[in-house]
C-alpha cells in the first residue's frame, strides 16, 4: 500500500517526514505537478503538490505511525523545532504517543506500541492528562442532573454512537457538539482548537452583560 497526500509544498514536507524517518524513493516533476516518494521500514508515503495548489481542508487526523523508539523520534523533531503534544500512553500505545502537525497544518499520531525496558513504569492514574479532564468535566455534568441527550457522534459508516452523551466540546468557531466520554476523548486528540465546554462557568454573555448594566 502507498499512502497518498497533497502537500502545498513538497520540500517542506519532505524535511518533515524525513524527521520521522522517511527517506526518498523516487521523485518526479510535470508542467503542474510534481511527486515524491518516500519509504521507511517497508511503508511508502507519496507526497504530490499541483499548481496551482488544490483547495484541500486540514485533516483532523493524517496519519499514524508506529516506531520501536519514540524518544528518539522526539528527540529529532524536538532538535527541530517541530512541536510535539504528548498524548499519554493509550492502549495502542503502551510505549506512549505524542502529536504533531504536518508542514500542512494536518494532525500526525506517532506510537510506540509496547513499552520498553528502558522506560519508567507510567503511574495508574497517568491514562492521559485531557482524559482525565473528560472525566471531571462528565462527573459536573452528572452531579448538576446529567443529560437526556444521545453521543451525536456517528461512526464512519453513519450509525449512531448509542450511548449517553456525558461532555460536551466546542470549538473556536462556536461549534458545540454533545458525546459520550469516548467519543469526545477521539474528537480532542484528532480535532485542533477543540475543547470541553464548560456548563459551570459564567460564561462571555454574563462578562457582557455585566458590562452593560
Ligand atoms: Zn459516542
Redesign the pocket.
Known amino acids: 500500500m502507498v499512502a497518498v497526500t497533497y502537500v502545498r509544498d513538497i520540500g517542506a514536507s519532505r524535511a518533515f517526514y524525513e524527521l520521522l524517518g522517511f527517506r526518498e524513493h523516487s521523485t518526479g516533476t510535470a508542467d503542474t505537478s510534481a511527486w515524491l516518494a518516500l519509504h521507511r521500514d517497508g511503508h511508502y508515503v507519496l507526497l504530490a503538490s499541483t499548481r496551482p495548489p488544490l483547495d484541500i481542508p486540514r485533516l483532523p487526523l493524517l496519519f499514524y505511525f508506529f516506531f520501536d523508539d519514540l524518544d528518539a523520534v522526539v528527540g529529532a523533531l524536538g532538535a527541530a523545532h517541530v512541536e510535539v503534544t504528548h498524548m499519554g500512553h493509550p492502549p495502542q500505545a503502551l510505549g506512549g504517543e505524542v502529536k504533531v502537525l504536518d508542514p500542512d497544518g494536518n494532525t500526525v499520531l506517532l506510537g510506540q506500541r509496547e513499552r520498553s525496558a528502558s522506560q519508567p513504569p507510567v503511574a495508574d492514574d497517568e491514562a492521559s492528562a485531557h482524559f482525565s479532564l473528560l472525566k471531571e468535566a462528565a462527573a459536573l455534568v452528572e452531579a448538576r442532573g446529567g443529560t437526556t441527550v444521545m ?1 451525536q ?1 456517528s461512526d464512519i459508516h453513519g450509525a449512531p ?1 448509542g ?1 449517553r452523551a456525558e461532555v460536551k466540546l466546542a470549538d473556536a468557531a462556536g461549534d458545540t457538539v454533545w ?2 466520554v ?2 469526545a476523548d477521539e474528537i480532542l486528540v484528532t480535532v485542533p482548537g477543540a475543547f470541553i465546554a464548560s456548563q459551570e462557568e459564567r460564561g462571555i454573555g454574563w462578562f457582557l452583560s455585566r458590562r452593560r448594566s
Open positions: 453521543c457522534i454512537c450511548k458525546a459520550c469516548a467519543h
